[in-house]
């Protein structure tokens, strides 16, 4: 069992960025891919990034890519997400979700951990 834990969301205005940071215990000294969705609110949850274990492969939405970045520091079990030019269209609850092994998943299903999630709001 792997626990997630999200950090970093809050209020900012257009175009300005935030650091997100989901940190990882339990069995999490095993190979996990780890991903980023979001979800605002009377939408189906989306996914926005996602990083393998090695940190060699990133995935982006469209929607965010060359905006967002996704890394991690295995060492520390983090894994973080930079959002730079933010939108308000970018305000969702963003999730940080675990899979173990070497597959990218950017779909739900794919992920069987998740975090509670931290709230993102961009204001215009």
């Known amino acids: 069992q792997v626990q997630l834990v999200e950090s970093g969301g809050g209020l900012v205005q257009a175009g300005g960025s935030l650091r997100l940071s989901c940190t990882a215990s339990?069995?999490?000294?095993?190979?996990?891919?780890m991903g980023w969705f979001r979800q605002a609110p009377g939408k189906e949850r989306e996914f926005v990034a996602a990083i393998s274990w090695s940190s060699e492969s990133t995935y982006y939405a469209a929607s965010v890519k060359g905006r967002f970045t996704i890394s991690r520091d295995n060492a520390e079990n983090t894994v973080y997400l930079q959002m730079n030019s933010l939108l308000p269209e970018d305000t969702a609850a963003y999730y940080c979700?675990?899979?173990?092994?070497?597959?990218?998943?950017?779909?739900?299903?794919?992920?069987?951990?998740w975090g509670q999630g931290t709230q993102v709001t961009v204001s215009s």
């Open positions: 979700a675990a899979v173990r092994g070497l597959v990218v998943y950017r779909t739900t299903s794919g992920y069987p951990y």
């Open positions: 339990g069995r999490a000294n095993s190979a996990y891919v």
